[in-house]
């Protein structure tokens, strides 16, 4: 049998270049472009896990957790050999079988993160597509909120009241947080309203009890239109335009004649 023969079976070519190129591929890179397709706001729920990849091959390119490609390995292996109380083996590409599949493990706590990740993307752009008055942003603040968080929740606060949104600003507990001084969690709601003036104010009245939780009601400052933006269009006349096409003759007729004497000279 020759070797174009040999080659030519789809078998073997596809064992040539899985034995031949993968190993050359550097590791690092592959990882890197594997974890494009966990991007946020593309969801993994849907992608098969577990059993389920078994109906896709007997043998998968498998990813371990850290994110380094492990070559071709059976599937029945790797499901034997991963904790199942805390990962998952989620098939990356169900679209490429019967071919062999890319297979990556997850550990439950960053697919959970990630799942979130998705449905707040997919809302923000479901939102972003509504007028800014009518959408409302949430931000969490805790009573022991660090100085520099504390700084850029405000900031954040203000850049959605300067697109229009509503916020509700949700003071509370954190879980192992330290008991506050009543009056430092009653600077905390003034020092919110504070700066909430500088871009909206508050629509609704408060809600709460300081030092449980308590809620803030702010919304966008609509900005009022300029003398020049309300000043009515004045519309040009049928005889205003017709002077004006008579004006722009005359002005065609002497540049040509100019440009005829220009010539004779």
Known sequence: MSLRHLFSRSSFRRQFTISFIQPRLQPTFLAAS???SRSYGVSTRTLPRDEAIKPLGREVEFIDASGLFQGLKPLDYILANFDRERYHLVCL??????????????????????????????KEKKQSNKDPTKVVKKVEISWATAPGDLEHKLKRINEFLQRGNRVEVILGVKKGMAKQPLGKMVDLVEQVRTEAEKSGKEWKVAEGVIGVQYLVYL???????????????????????????????????EEREVTMEGREM
């Open 34 to 36: 594997l974890l494009l």
């Open 93 to 122: 590409n169900p679209h490429v079988a019967p071919e062999p599949v890319r297979c990556r493990l997850f550990s439950k706590e960053q697919l959970e993160e990630d799942e979130k990740a998705a449905y707040w993307a997919k």
């Open 219 to 253: 919304e966008g400052k609509r900005l009022k239109k300029t003398a020049e933006e309300t000043k009515p269009i004045e519309r040009v006349t049928r005889e205003e335009r017709r002077a004006m096409k008579e004006l722009a003759a005359t002005i065609a007729i």
